[in-house]
């Protein structure tokens, strides 16, 4: 069982930087694949990030390639989204999410974390 809170959201300006924050429980945690989806007003959820449990593979949706990175702190169990250069429809709920299966598409993760808003003005 995996326990995730995020932080750091907040309302930015377009081409500015957030850094959001995950915070795990378990002690299994080094085992999971874990990412981050988002969902904006109106539309469903979708996938942004992954990252392997040794924080070697990532996996981004193209909207957000070469903006974005996600990266983890396994000793801490941290979960980072590091968002570059954001636009208006970055805009969104960002969940924590974190599955015991390798990733693969269509990523399909086991536990969420309750969202944190980030909102990107023009």
């Known amino acids: 069982q995996v326990h995730l809170v995020e932080s750091g959201g907040g309302l930015v300006q377009a081409g500015g930087s957030l850094r959001l924050s995950c915070a795990a429980s378990?002690?299994?945690?080094?085992?999971?694949?874990v990412g981050w989806f988002r969902q904006a007003p109106g539309k469903e959820r979708e996938f942004v990030a992954a990252l392997s449990n040794d924080g070697i593979n990532t996996y981004y949706v193209d909207s957000v390639k070469g903006r974005f990175t996600v990266f983890r702190d396994n000793p801490l169990n941290m979960v980072y989204l590091r968002m570059n250069s954001l636009k208006p429809e970055d805009t969104a709920i960002y969940y924590c999410a974190a599955s015991r299966r390798d990733y693969f598409a269509p990523w399909k993760p086991d536990y969420w974390g309750q969202g944190t808003q980030v909102t990107v003005s023009s």
């Open positions: 378990g002690r299994t945690f080094t085992y999971y694949t």
